[in-house]
């Protein structure tokens, strides 16, 4: 019965530093149309179908202490690109740590800003 992720949600201490991210390194182009809530925050199109990160400054409950160094351990939302090794050459740049998959698989996960693990592939077929 469910058809897709309408959007995951991050919460931030700093929504420009998250902007700068999420908007200049990975080059998600941020919706101005998210409504006026009575907390700050962002949204950003993952592409044309709706799909979207939210970003909300909001207090966190989880602690980014004793978080496992590859974010293949830790919950994470995965993404597809275009061209893997040209964001892995953006974050270099950007100087943002990222490890390689551990399956083998040409995916590799950073965090960004706030510790939010994020994964990267060119392809994902899920196992069926």
């Known amino acids: 019965m469910i058809k897709s992720i309408a959007h995951a949600s991050f919460l931030v201490e700093d929504v ?13 182009k941020q919706n101005m ?4 809530f009575p907390f700050d925050g962002a949204w950003l199109d ?10 909300m400054l909001l207090p966190n409950p989880d602690s980014k202490e004793g978080r496992p160094e ?12 275009d061209n893997l090794d040209q964001l892995a050459n953006r974050l270099e740049q ?4 990222f490890s390689r998959s551990k399956s083998g698989r040409a995916a590799f996960f950073c ?4 510790g939010n693990a994020l994964e990267f592939s060119e392809d994902f077929t899920p196992a069926k």
């Not at 950007?94 to 740590?97: G, K, S, V």
């Not at 965090?111 to 706030?114: F, I, K, V, Y």
């Open 16 to 28: 420009q530093r998250s902007l700068d991210f999420y908007c200049g390194v990975l080059e998600i």
């Open 33 to 36: 149309s998210r409504p006026d």
């Open 46 to 55: 993952l592409d044309a179908s709706g799909q979207q990160i939210h970003l």
């Open 70 to 81: 590859h974010g293949g351990k830790d919950k994470h939302v995965a993404l597809v690109v």
């Open 94 to 97: 950007a100087n943002i740590i």
């Open 111 to 114: 965090r960004d800003p706030d």
